[in-house]
């Protein structure tokens, strides 16, 4: 049997390449099967059996519901019956009446779940769990090596239906940033694994499309965009550099909804280049790999935060007590604030000449893009995207420091490469009249913007509410023209401020929601819509245990009771996160 193949000139950018190479593979592997197998048994003018199989998954980003997504085109075109949705939309005891379930996840911050998991694996989690022998499954886990916790949402959800019975069709796989090849492999080998188990009788055809590369522009083949606008939103006094930019959308064929992000690809600082160029004595046009050694450390490797290998590596040859005792202790806080402030070439100057160029280039990472909340609406504004972004600029041993995409975009991106990133988890409510509650201080309001832009243009008769603060009203109060004049003619029915050094008590958004406890759950039990955008660390979770307590105590709950009216809200998805 012939091997089908991709030409190497054939017109496919990386990530259709990866997709299509996974595609041939199982193919291939089914054709094999199918040789090898004996002829089916006569079945006149039935239709062929479609068994039905559930892909669920967990994300924060929108990056694997899109995987997701193609699994299922992958698992229909081999017969299956499929369903496709996130794990807040299916309870315990449902799912452990599936039989078929592949599931793809994504990891938050340090090892968590993300938001719309968070309520299955409390559940899946817990000691009252069914057991699920009747349900076979996989599990794709998406992370990034660069946090502690490395896909620990999908280890954890593996083990566990492990642990509960369920019988795992095919291996986990881990994928680090570079996701694309090795979960199109991971999908066309599960999708293999289950057509031998299910029996499912499709015959394999042309290759479903992969929405991956749907839109024509993804991480690999980026729009180059023109930046047309780069304004300063923070006035002179404000510890903070926060600014408004505006990306011309071209011919590109972007098209994109408000709660969607925008990845925008940096360049590294020229000035940290040629220092790390200067530290092995060498100039940024030698040569490495063919390449010039300006444009890889220029445009495609992490140059900045410090990978873990690097770190080790560096570690175990440099002589410094301080070093591998923070390296080696075990205590993650202990690390970090002895990383804090610290970059690639403070490493580089710690370990001396313990690396060379080749080793020490073998030991970086891709350069990733940065996600920003999108904070215009394509109704308002269908050729131009606009961000908000806080510039971030501060000096440690000697050295002035930057953002790596925040001072590319301020200070050196009059162009940029872009690319979109739905997130279909984060949107306006489809019901024009459910009010609406945004609570997003600093650059948190960037997607509550679109979302006010987006209810103007809709002509939408739902009442809004915005929380939101910063430091100072006189110098932090971005677009105060926009949302004073949104609040004057009516389309932001509320608008709560709070500047937390503007008085001797500090006073933060969360400060608002409870002063206003009341009427914000009568806005809830009216069909509201809940949203939080901003700091994850903090903001994100002082408003969610102040929203327990309003609930709670205007509710007349327990705080169990409490508890279950949030949850009831992620379920119906009118409690959704933007965090970072």
């Not at 071209?250 to 994109?256: K, N, P």
């Not at 949104?486 to 409870?514: C, P």
Request: glycine share 10%; aromatic share 8%.
């Amino acid at each position: 049997m012939k091997i089908a193949y991709i030409p190497e000139d054939a017109p496919f950018n990386e990530d259709q390449r990866a997709w299509l190479s996974g595609f041939l593979a199982g193919l291939h592997s089914r054709l094999a099967m199918n040789l090898a197998a004996p002829p089916p048994a006569a079945s006149g003018d039935l239709a062929a059996p479609r068994p039905p199989l559930r892909i669920l998954y967990g994300t924060q980003t929108g990056n694997a519901e899109i995987v997701a997504g193609d699994a299922a085109a992958a698992a229909k075109a081999q017969g299956f019956d499929v369903t496709v949705s996130g794990l807040e939309e299916i309870a315990l005891d449902q799912f452990a009446g599936l039989k078929y379930v592949l599931i793809v996840t994504s990891t938050y911050g340090e090892g968590e779940m993300p938001d719309n998991a968070e309520l299955f694996w409390e559940a899946l989690s817990s000691t009252l769990a069914p057991r699920l022998e009747g349900v076979s499954y996989g599990v794709l886990a998406l992370g990034d090596t660069s946090y502690d916790g490395f896909c620990q949402a999908g280890k954890l959800i593996d083990t566990r239906l492990e642990q509960l019975g369920a019988s795992r069709v095919v291996g986990r796989a881990d994928c680090d940033i570079d996701y694309e090849a090795q979960a199109a492999e991971w999908v066309q080998g599960a999708v293999a694994s289950l057509v031998t188990l299910a029996g499912a009788s499709g015959t394999p055809g042309t290759p479903p499309p992969s929405t991956v590369v749907r839109s024509g522009w993804t991480r690999k083949n980026p729009f180059p965009a023109e930046v047309r606008v780069n304004r300063l939103l923070s006035r002179a006094g404000s510890d903070k550099e926060i600014r408004h930019f505006e990306f011309a959308l071209a011919d590109s064929g972007i098209t994109y909804e408000a709660g969607d992000a925008l990845a925008v690809i940096a360049e590294n600082d020229p000035a940290l280049v040629g220092a790390i160029a200067d530290h092995f004595r060498v100039s940024t046009e030698t040569l490495v790999d063919g390449e010039p050694l300006g444009e890889l450390l220029g445009t495609r490797y992490e140059i900045s935060a410090p990978s873990r290998d690097l770190l080790s590596e560096v570690e175990s040859r440099a002589e410094s007590e301080e070093f591998s005792h923070a390296l080696r202790g075990g205590v993650k806080e202990v690390l970090d604030a002895w990383l804090y402030g610290k970059d690639i070439l403070d490493i580089l100057r710690i370990g001396g000449d313990a690396l060379s160029l080749e080793e020490f280039m073998g030991l970086l990472k891709p350069l990733q893009h940065r996600a920003y909340s999108i904070s215009s609406s394509a109704l308002a504004h269908p050729e131009r995207i606009h961000l908000t972004v806080a510039s971030v600029r501060y000096q440690s041993l000697g050295r002035e420091r930057g953002g790596v995409c925040s001072t590319f975009l301020a200070d050196r991106g009059s162009n940029a490469r872009i690319f979109l990133q739905p997130n279909k988890s984060f949107r306006v409510p489809s019901d024009d009249d459910a009010p609406m509650i945004m609570v997003g201080p600093g650059t948190g309001v960037a997607p509550f913007r679109a979302f006010l832009q987006e209810r103007e243009q809709r002509g939408a008769s739902g009442r809004n509410w915005l929380f939101f603060g910063d430091q100072h009203r006189e110098h932090d109060y971005i677009y105060e023209h926009e949302l004073d004049g949104w609040h004057t003619s009516g389309l932001l029915n509320r608008l709560d401020l709070a500047f937390s050094r503007d008085q001797a008590e500090k006073i933060y958004v969360q400060t608002r929601m409870r002063e206003h406890g009341q009427d914000l759950f009568a806005w809830l039990q009216d069909g509201g819509h809940f949203y939080v955008c901003g700091d994850a660390t903090r903001m994100a979770k002082d408003v969610d245990k102040a929203l327990h307590e309003i609930v709670g105590e205007h509710g007349g709950f327990s705080p169990d009771e409490a508890s279950e009216y949030v949850n009831t809200l992620k379920r119906e998805k009118r409690y959704v996160r933007d965090v970072y």
